[in-house]
């Protein structure tokens, strides 16, 4: 059994910064896709960013303000968001790619990712 358990949102001003956490246990994330999305009240849940080994994926609306990032070593994958917009906010959930499943380009689809974890609150004031 994963378990997921983000941390790290609150509030914060525009053009400032936050780092999520992303604590994982049940699986070792070093091998895995492990993905960052959010979700805004009332809309759907959309793709963020995306991690395995030194290799990344981005949303062109976080492109050069968020960075994705991971450490083995204590099985935890983290966002960096710097430059923070009023619509960055939304709950922010991390995310694994199922093991035994090709990435291909639908990586972007929550439906595709199997694990998740509770979400955190970022909410960022104009």
């Known amino acids: 059994q994963v378990q997921l358990v983000e941390s790290g949102g609150g509030l914060v001003q525009a053009g400032g910064s936050l780092r999520l956490s992303c604590a994982a246990s049940g699986r070792t994330l070093s091998s895995y896709w492990m993905g960052w999305f959010r979700q805004a009240a009332g809309k759907e849940r959309k793709f963020v960013a995306a991690?395995?080994?030194?290799?990344?994926y981005y949303a062109d609306s976080v492109k050069g303000r968020f960075t994705i990032s991971r450490d083995n070593s204590k099985n935890t994958v983290y966002l960096e968001m710097n430059s923070l917009k009023p619509e960055d906010t939304a709950v922010y959930y991390c995310?694994?790619?199922?093991?035994?499943?090709?990435?291909?380009?639908?990586?972007?689809?929550?439906?595709?990712?199997?694990?998740w974890g509770q979400g955190t609150q970022v909410t960022v004031s104009s």
């Open positions: 995310a694994t790619y199922p093991p035994n499943s090709a990435f291909t380009a639908n990586y972007r689809r929550p439906q595709i990712w199997d694990y």
């Open positions: 991690i395995r080994w030194s290799s990344t």
